[in-house]
C-alpha cells in the first residue's frame, strides 16, 4: 500500500515537473499574453463610475427600493442638499431675510440643481383667510422687505405651524434652504455639491454662519472623500510592501517580481469592474489595499523558496531552480488562493447588497488573477533572469535575525504546548461571549471623520431643527377624492400624532397640515381652529379657493392629482440604524393596527425604511458569510490533503482569530455596520495562508523526511517560518494602511483584519504545532 502512495506521488509530481517545464521553455510568450491582458483591462479603468447613493446597497429590484422609487417619482422627491443659515441673534430681520433671498436666487442658477424645487423662507407662502377667500402669499417680497416685514413673517411662521422646525428653528435662529436636484444629475451629486460647498464657503456675513449638509450632501462628498483617501492609501500599502520585500530578500527581482503580481492583481480586477460596468462603491474602496496585502503573499513564499534552493542548489541552472522552487510551491500557493477567494465568494453569496456581493466577487477575481500571475508569470520572468543568490541564504544552513526569532518562538512551543492550548480555549470562550453582544449598528454620516465639515453641519442642522433623516409613509384609498373624507384625514392626523411621541422624531409634514392651516386662517386665524374641518365638502372647498389664490402644484409633495394617494414625511435628527429600527418598528405595529380597512392603506417608505430594511439582514449575513467560509476552507484543505484532521487544524486558528475580534469589538465598543462586517470573512480566507503552510511544510519534515519532532520543527521555523514572517508582516502592514483612511469604516474594517491576521499567524506558530506536540495525528507522525 505505501508503495502505491509513493508510486502515485512520485507520478504527480513527474506531471507537475513536466508542466513547469513548459512553462520555462514557453516564457516569453507567457510573458506577452500577461503584459496584453493587464494593459487592456487598466484602459477601462478611466470609465469606472462612483456610486455613492444609500439606495446602492439593495438590488434594484428589490420590493421596498422599488416601492421608494415610485413613491419618489409620484411625489417629486430627491435626496435634498441642505443650506442653514445661522444667526444667533434671530434671522428674523432685515439682514438674514435678504441673505436667504439672495442664497435662493442663486442656488438656481447652479447646474444640477432644479431652480422649481427650492424650499426657503423667501420662496414658500404664507396663507390668509379674508373674507372673500384664502389668499397665498409670499412670505416676503424682497423690494418690499423692511425690519418691520422681517418682525412680521417671524410673526407668521408663528402662526404656521407646519414650518415650525423643518423650515426655522424653534428658537427662530437657524432657516434652512432645501435645494433638490434635476434627475439627471443623480449620478453627478458630487459636481452639485462641489458648486453649492464654494458658495458656502466663500460667504462672509456678519454675525451669520452657513452650512451645508443634507442626504444629496452627504452621497455627493462621498465621491470626492473617497478619491482622496485612495490617492493616499494605495501608494502607502504598496511602499509598506516593498519595504517588507526588501527586508525580507535585499534583491531587485525580490521586489520588483511580487510587486509586478500585486500590480496584476489590482489592475486587472478594477479593469474588468470598469469593463462589466460595476458601480465602484464607497466600501470598494478598500479593495485596492486589500488586494496588494493579499497578492504579495505568494510571491514573498516562491522568492524565500527559490532563494534556499539557490543556496541549497548552487550547481542548479536557473531553471532547475524555478521548477524545484514551483514543485514545492504550486500546492500551498493554491490551496491558500482558493480558500482566500473562498473568503470573498462567502461575503458575495451571503450578502443582499450589490456593493459588498462585488466587493466579494472582484476581490476573488483579484485573487485568482495573482495565482495565475504567481504559477506562470514569475516562473517565466525569473527565465529572463540568471540564478542568483539572496544575502539572507548564504547557504543551506544560513539563518538571519529573522529565522533565529521563528526558531526561538518554536522553541517556546516544544516547551509550553499545554498552556498554548489552554490560552486558545479561553478565547474560545470568551469570543463566543463576545459575538452574543455584537452590536449591529449603522450611521452613514460616520463614513467620515468627526471634524469634517459636512459632519459638524449635519450635527449642528439636527440640533437646531427637525432633523435630515426622512421617513415616508405613502397613504392609498380607492377612489378619486377620498383624501377630502373627514375620516381618513383623522386617520392619517393620528398616525403623525403617533409617531411625534417616538425617540427622536420630532416633526412631519402632511396634507392634513395645509388643511388646519386653511381651516384655521378662515376663522379669524384663532388658534383652536387648527384642526380638520368637520365635513368632507368644506375640504374640498379650502382646495379650491386655495387654487383661486395659490398654486395647485404646492401640493405635489404631499398629494397626487385626484387625491387618491399621499405622502406623510416625518423627521428624524439621527440617522443610527437602532434608532431609525425602532421608529420604523413602532410606526409598523401603528399601522397593523388602525390601517387595517378596504378605504384607507398605509406602506412605510423613505431613507429611514430603507435603512432599517437593508442594515437588517446585515447580522445574519455576517454570520452566514464567516460559516460558509470555513465550510470552504475545511472542504478545500481537507480534499487537498485529503484528510479531514488537516481540514479541521486548518480552520482551528483563522475560528479563533474571529472569536477574539468579537471579544475585542465588545470591549472597544466598535459596531457590526457596513464596513466591518465584512471582516470575519475576510479574516479567515486570508488569515488561513499561515495555517495551511504550516501543515503542508510540517507533515513534508515530519512524515516524508521522517525526522524527529525537534529537528522537524527546527527546519520548519527557520525556513517556511521566516517566510511566514514577512508573509504576516505584508498581510498586517497592509491592513494596517487601511487604518490611516480617513473613512472611519475602513479604517475600522482595516484594523479588525490586521489584529485577525495577527492571530492566526500566532496561532498557526503555536497553536497548530502544539497540538501536533500533545495529540501526534498521524496525518503528520509515521507510527
Same mark, same amino acid.
Given at each position: 500500500m505505501l508503495y502505491i502512495q509513493h508510486k502515485s506521488l512520485i507520478m504527480k509530481q513527474n506531471r507537475v515537473e513536466a508542466f513547469f517545464n513548459k512553462v520555462t521553455r514557453n516564457h516569453k510568450v507567457i510573458l506577452i499574453l500577461c503584459g496584453i491582458l493587464f494593459i487592456t483591462s487598466i484602459s477601462f479603468i478611466p470609465k469606472l463610475t462612483k456610486d455613492t447613493r444609500y439606495d446602492a446597497f439593495l438590488p434594484a429590484k428589490d420590493s421596498v427600493l422599488v416601492k421608494r422609487n415610485e413613491l419618489k417619482k409620484l411625489f417629486g422627491l430627491k435626496d435634498p442638499m441642505v443650506i442653514a443659515v445661522i444667526n444667533e441673534e434671530g434671522i428674523f430681520n432685515k439682514k438674514s431675510l435678504e441673505i436667504v433671498h439672495k442664497l435662493s436666487e442663486t442656488l438656481k442658477k447652479v447646474p444640477g440643481i432644479d431652480p422649481d424645487q427650492i424650499t426657503s423662507l423667501s420662496t414658500e407662502n404664507n396663507i390668509k383667510g379674508t373674507e372673500t377667500g384664502i389668499v397665498v402669499d409670499p412670505f416676503y417680497e424682497i423690494e418690499e422687505l423692511t425690519e418691520l416685514k422681517a418682525l412680521e413673517v417671524s410673526k407668521n411662521i408663528d402662526d404656521f405651524e407646519l414650518y415650525q422646525?423643518?423650515?426655522?428653528?424653534?428658537?427662530?435662529?437657524?432657516?434652512? *434652504?432645501?435645494?433638490? #436636484?434635476?434627475?439627471?444629475?443623480?449620478?453627478?451629486?458630487?459636481?452639485?455639491y462641489n458648486s453649492l460647498y464654494e458658495i458656502v464657503s466663500n460667504l462672509e456675513?456678519?454675525?451669520?454662519?452657513?452650512?451645508?449638509?443634507?442626504?444629496?450632501?452627504?452621497?455627493?462628498?462621498?465621491?470626492?472623500? *473617497?478619491?482622496?483617501?485612495?490617492? +493616499?492609501t494605495n501608494p502607502f500599502a504598496g511602499l509598506v510592501i516593498a519595504l517588507i520585500l526588501i527586508f525580507a530578500y535585499r534583491t531587485v527581482r525580490g521586489v520588483l517580481l511580487p510587486n509586478l503580481m500585486v500590480l496584476a492583481s489590482v489592475g486587472i480586477a478594477l479593469g474588468l469592474m470598469a469593463a462589466f460596468g460595476v458601480d465602484f462603491f464607497v466600501i470598494t474602496n478598500g479593495l485596492p489595499v486589500v488586494l496588494i496585502a493579499i497578492a504579495v503573499a505568494d510571491g514573498i513564499h516562491i522568492l524565500g523558496e527559490y532563494y534556499e534552493s539557490a543556496a541549497k542548489f548552487p550547481e542548479y541552472t536557473q531553471r532547475e531552480l524555478v521548477v524545484h522552487t514551483m514543485l514545492k510551491m504550486w500546492r500551498p500557493i493554491t490551496i491558500t488562493s482558493i480558500t482566500t477567494i473562498g473568503g470573498f465568494m462567502s461575503i458575495a453569496l451571503s450578502s443582499y447588497m450589490p456593493p459588498m456581493i462585488y466587493?466579494?466577487?472582484?476581490?476573488?477575481?483579484?485573487?485568482?488573477?495573482?495565482?495565475?500571475?504567481?504559477?506562470?508569470?514569475? !516562473?517565466? @520572468?525569473?527565465?529572463?533572469?540568471?540564478?542568483?543568490?539572496?544575502?539572507?541564504?548564504?547557504?543551506?544552513?544560513?539563518?538571519?535575525?529573522?529565522?533565529?526569532? #521563528?526558531?526561538?518562538?518554536?522553541?517556546?512551543?516544544?516547551? +509550553?504546548?499545554?498552556? *498554548?492550548l489552554t490560552i486558545a480555549l479561553l478565547i474560545i470562550i470568551l469570543g463566543i461571549g463576545g459575538a452574543l453582544k455584537l452590536l449591529i449598528n449603522e450611521d452613514r454620516i460616520k463614513n467620515f471623520q468627526g471634524d469634517e465639515p459636512l459632519v459638524l453641519a449635519d450635527k449642528i442642522i439636527n440640533q437646531k431643527t427637525d432633523g435630515t433623516?426622512?421617513?415616508?409613509?405613502?397613504?392609498?384609498?380607492?377612489?378619486?377624492?377620498?383624501?377630502?373624507?373627514?375620516?381618513?384625514?383623522?386617520?392619517?392626523?393620528?398616525?403623525?400624532?403617533?409617531?411625534?411621541?417616538? !425617540?427622536?422624531?420630532?416633526?412631519?409634514?402632511?396634507?392634513?397640515?395645509?388643511?388646519?392651516?386653511?381651516?384655521?386662517?378662515?376663522?379669524?386665524? +384663532?388658534?383652536?381652529?387648527?384642526?380638520?374641518?368637520?365635513?368632507?365638502?368644506?375640504?374640498?372647498?379650502?382646495?379650491?379657493?386655495?387654487?383661486?389664490?395659490?398654486? !395647485?402644484?404646492?401640493?405635489d409633495n404631499y398629494v397626487d392629482y385626484d387625491y387618491k394617494l399621499a405622502n406623510v414625511r416625518f423627521r428624524m435628527n439621527s440617522g443610527e440604524y437602532i434608532n431609525e429600527k425602532m421608529v420604523v418598528h413602532k410606526a409598523q405595529e401603528f399601522i397593523d393596527t388602525h390601517f387595517k380597512s378596504s378605504s384607507i392603506k398605509a406602506t412605510l417608505s423613505g431613507k429611514v425604511a430603507l435603512d432599517t430594511h437593508w442594515l437588517s439582514k446585515l447580522g445574519f449575513n455576517h454570520?452566514?458569510?464567516?460559516?460558509?467560509?470555513?465550510?470552504?476552507?475545511?472542504?478545500?484543505?481537507?480534499?487537498?490533503?485529503?484528510?479531514?484532521?488537516?481540514?479541521?487544524?486548518?480552520?482551528?486558528?483563522?475560528?479563533?482569530?474571529?472569536?477574539?475580534?468579537?471579544?475585542?469589538?465588545?470591549? #472597544?465598543? *466598535?459596531?457590526?455596520?457596513?464596513?466591518?462586517?465584512?471582516?470575519?470573512?475576510?479574516?479567515?480566507?486570508?488569515?488561513?495562508?499561515? @495555517?495551511?503552510?504550516?501543515?503542508? +511544510?510540517?507533515k513534508y519534515f515530519l512524515k516524508e523526511e521522517n525526522l524527529k519532532i525537534t529537528d522537524a520543527f527546527n527546519q520548519f521555523y527557520k525556513s517556511a517560518g521566516r517566510a511566514l514572517l514577512f508573509n504576516f508582516l505584508a498581510l498586517a502592514l497592509g491592513f494596517s494602511v487601511l487604518m490611516t483612511s480617513s473613512v472611519p469604516p475602513l479604517n475600522q474594517f482595516g484594523f479588525l483584519v490586521a489584529v485577525a491576521v495577527v492571530v492566526s499567524f500566532i496561532g498557526s506558530m503555536t497553536l497548530l504545532p502544539a497540538i501536533i506536540l500533545i495529540f501526534k495525528p498521524n496525518f503528520f507522525i509515521n507510527k
Open positions: 422646525g423643518s423650515l426655522v428653528s424653534k428658537d427662530k435662529t437657524t432657516t434652512l *434652504i432645501v435645494a433638490e #436636484m434635476l434627475d439627471s444629475y443623480d449620478r453627478k451629486q458630487h459636481e452639485v456675513e456678519e454675525n451669520h454662519t452657513f452650512y451645508l449638509a443634507g442626504e444629496g450632501a452627504v452621497s455627493g462628498y462621498l465621491i470626492k472623500y *473617497i478619491d482622496e483617501d485612495a490617492m +493616499r466587493f466579494g466577487i472582484f476581490g476573488a477575481l483579484g485573487v485568482c488573477i495573482a495565482l495565475l500571475y504567481a504559477l506562470f508569470m514569475i !516562473p517565466s @520572468a525569473m527565465m529572463l533572469l540568471k540564478p542568483q543568490k539572496s544575502k539572507v541564504f548564504k547557504t543551506a544552513d544560513t539563518v538571519d535575525i529573522y529565522g533565529n526569532i #521563528m526558531v526561538s518562538l518554536g522553541k517556546v512551543v516544544i516547551k +509550553r504546548p499545554k498552556a *498554548i433623516s426622512y421617513l415616508d409613509v405613502l397613504i392609498e384609498t380607492p377612489n378619486e377624492e377620498d383624501l377630502f373624507k373627514i375620516e381618513n384625514l383623522h386617520k392619517i392626523d393620528s398616525l403623525q400624532n403617533y409617531i411625534e411621541t417616538l !425617540p427622536y422624531v420630532k416633526g412631519s409634514t402632511s396634507i392634513v397640515d395645509f388643511i388646519k392651516k386653511m381651516n384655521q386662517s378662515m376663522n379669524e386665524n +384663532r388658534e383652536e381652529f387648527y384642526r380638520i374641518p368637520e365635513n368632507n365638502q368644506l375640504v374640498a372647498q379650502y382646495f379650491l379657493l386655495y387654487s383661486a389664490s395659490g398654486d !395647485p402644484t404646492d401640493f454570520f452566514l458569510g464567516a460559516i460558509i467560509a470555513l465550510l470552504v476552507v475545511l472542504i478545500v484543505a481537507g480534499f487537498s490533503f485529503k484528510s479531514f484532521t488537516a481540514g479541521f487544524l486548518t480552520v482551528v486558528p483563522v475560528t479563533i482569530s474571529v472569536l477574539f475580534l468579537y471579544t475585542v469589538m465588545g470591549i #472597544m465598543d *466598535i459596531w457590526l455596520a457596513v464596513g466591518t462586517s465584512m471582516f470575519a470573512a475576510i479574516a479567515i480566507g486570508v488569515g488561513v495562508d499561515f @495555517a495551511v503552510h504550516t501543515i503542508d +511544510r510540517l
